[in-house]
């Protein structure tokens, strides 16, 4: 099961690092162009702006997809569940329907958060839970410990980076991943490769790497606050990829371009 795919929230709306007017201009577009799925965390520090936000667009809640993650700071027994219902009063709603561990230990002594984070959807506090930045040893530990199915991996995903270790190992596991700096900073706009690919069917580049994201069946978490990218960020069914075009694509992943490694995060873990 793919909870955000099966769905049709394709395309989350994602909120790092936006705050204050930025963040609520933002969701308010997105949300008009018909984004209905958001995604925050305790990290990102803006919960609650996007809780007033989402109380403000007046949409049904039955419409809507909220994630958010927990930090690790409150991974501790202690810490843990009452973090997450700060998060709940912040987005002003009695459940999220993904809560995700946002990031594991490095060195995959990751039992305790396990075991919190299946408290939390025991007590109601998520419909669906999962995991962000966990390795395939990581991914299968954590099936192991949980009496629940994680919904989702959210990690780095784009036509640049080397993932095809890590979705396979998630295929196998029956563990959907989710894409996270999907248009790769920037990047993707750049290449000359997706422009061509892209010209014939009427798409941006951007679009093309999106969509060659979607056909890997990978669900995307998409940001931007400009009108234009975040519609057309949204803007990704209508065409396909054939096969052809889509090896073309995977030839980018010779770059192996990590936007989040340990130079950005010190305890992101090997992916090696």
């Known amino acids: 099961m793919n909870v955000y795919?099966?769905?049709?929230?394709?395309?989350?709306?994602?909120?790092?690092?936006?705050?204050g007017d930025t963040l609520a201009s933002a969701m308010r577009l997105a949300a008009e162009i018909g984004y209905r799925s958001f995604d925050t965390a305790q990290m990102y520090g803006n919960e609650r702006e996007v809780g007033a936000c989402l109380a403000s667009l007046g949409l049904p809640r039955e419409e809507l997809l909220i994630t958010t993650k927990v930090s690790p700071n409150n991974f501790a027994s202690e810490d843990f569940l009452p973090s997450v219902e700060q998060s709940l009063r912040d987005l002003q709603l009695d459940q999220v329907d993904v809560l995700l561990l946002h990031w594991p230990d490095q060195h995959g002594q990751n039992a305790v958060a396990l075991e919190q984070l299946q408290k939390a959807h025991d007590l109601g506090y998520a419909v669906n839970i999962g995991l962000s930045n966990y390795t395939i040893a990581m991914m299968e530990d954590a099936m192991a410990r949980l009496s629940v199915r994680p919904v989702a991996n959210q990690v780095e995903f784009h036509p640049f980076l080397n993932t095809e270790k890590l979705l396979a190992g998630a295929q196998r596991l029956g563990l959907p991943l989710t894409a996270y700096c999907a248009v790769a900073r920037g990047k993707m706009a750049t290449s000359a490769l997706l422009d061509d690919?892209?010209?014939?069917?009427?798409?941006?580049?951007?679009?093309?790497?999106?969509?060659w994201t979607l056909q890997k069946g990978v669900a995307i978490n998409a940001m931007s606050t400009k009108a234009e990218n975040i519609r057309l960020n949204f803007?990704?069914?209508?065409?396909?990829?054939?096969?052809?075009?889509?090896?073309?694509?995977?030839?980018?992943?010779?770059?192996?371009?990590?936007?989040?490694?340990s130079d950005l995060v010190p305890s992101a873990p090997d992916w090696d």
């Open 5 to 19: 795919l099966d769905a049709g929230h394709d395309v989350s709306f994602g909120t790092f690092p936006l705050r």
């Open 197 to 211: 690919i892209g010209r014939p069917h009427g798409k941006s580049g951007t679009q093309v790497g999106l969509r």
């Open 235 to 261: 803007e990704l069914q209508g065409f396909q990829l054939d096969d052809d075009e889509m090896r073309r694509i995977d030839g980018l992943m010779a770059e192996d371009f990590r936007i989040v490694n």
